[in-house]
């Protein structure tokens, strides 16, 4: 029987060039682990990442059990050099290297044939593996180090936001971990773009900072998958496994408005006016005194006001999200109502994030 972790150690690394980082004792001693089969959180540029050694199958086994994950969900391959790519993937398309070489290291990760050396464990069963050189210099240094390709999820417990923070992941990996890295919050905020490049066009199966103009920009065309746009009615397959199950979810119901600035104002004016229920509201800095004064007006406590951010800043609001969104769960509402934001750059991962938390509970307004 497995050995029962009983408190997972923390070690604060501050950010430092990565040459740095090579040497560091914390980081060695994460690599340690990881190579031995071990579980270990780590930063990256978009979320936390809960990191196990990609080819040993009993690794990848104890991530989906730390984070309660369907075992046919499939892990992400972080790698520290783009030519580690060759190690693991078969038929790579010259495509490939186009977007490599402009969008790594960074929040981009590519679908690609596996050669057989990383295990189905890792991949879920499937023919195809994600890989993802991150910017972190953080994240890389322990990849080098540890000298083999790190497979990880985000480091939450399946189901919840991902972790910016790592009192995020403290709180849904406590004793189910070997070791924490907290190198402070998180840049982005929301997980990496997904790009398949498995056919001939390229498919964006989950949008990120790498945003889909970005893409067209060097691909041409790019198709997307249809899980991004809508809810899956049953006998649809997203072709990102992850992208099927209800995400990033807040303990309360959530919906989302949708429409003109005076009819989503008029919305939210009657909600705060008449409701008795614990509600949160996800609104933007500009928004938030006219919401308030109305609250207070109306002696309403049960109605709380969270700001994700500036709607002159989406990328304040993808920084944000995933924060905000476990507040309300410490809050204890019942209710989340938030506002919808514009879908251009990276307005499309906000909100294809804020759509599977609110399981595509959408008011029309
Ligand atoms: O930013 C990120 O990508 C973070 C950090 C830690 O790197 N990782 C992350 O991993 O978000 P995770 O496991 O939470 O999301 C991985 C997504 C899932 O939706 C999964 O189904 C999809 O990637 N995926 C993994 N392998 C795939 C494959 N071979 N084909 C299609 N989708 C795949
Ligand atoms: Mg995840």
Known sequence: MEQEIKETIVKKIDKKDIDELYRDGDIKEAAIIIKNGGLVAFPTETVYGLGANALMPEAAKKIYAAKGRPSDNPLIVHISKTEDVKDIANDIPELFYTLANKFWPGPMTVVLKKKSIIPDATSGGLDTVAIRLPESNIARALIEVAGVPIAAPSANTSGRPSPTKASHVFEDMNSKIEMIIDGGEVGIGVESTIVDLTENTATLLRPGAITLEMLRDVCGNVNID?????????GEAPKAPG?????????????????????????LRSQITESDIDTAILTV??????????????????????????????????????????????????????????????????MNRLKKAAGFNIIDL
């Open 226 to 234: 249809p899980a991004i746009e809508h809810l899956l009615s049953t």
């Open 243 to 267: 992208m099927k199950y209800k995400h990033y979810a807040p303990k309360a119901d959530m919906k989302m408005l949708r429409g003109s600035e005076s009819a989503v104002s008029d919305y």
């Open 285 to 350: 800095d500009e928004h938030k005194s006219v919401l308030l004064q109305l609250i207070n007006e109306n002696k309403k406590d049960n109605i709380k006001l969270l700001s994700l951010g500036s709607i002159k800043d989406m990328s304040s609001i993808a920084h944000n999200l995933f924060d905000v969104l476990r507040k309300c769960d410490d809050l204890g509402v019942k209710n989340i109502i938030s506002e919808s934001f514009d879908e251009s750059g990276i307005g499309r991962a906000v």
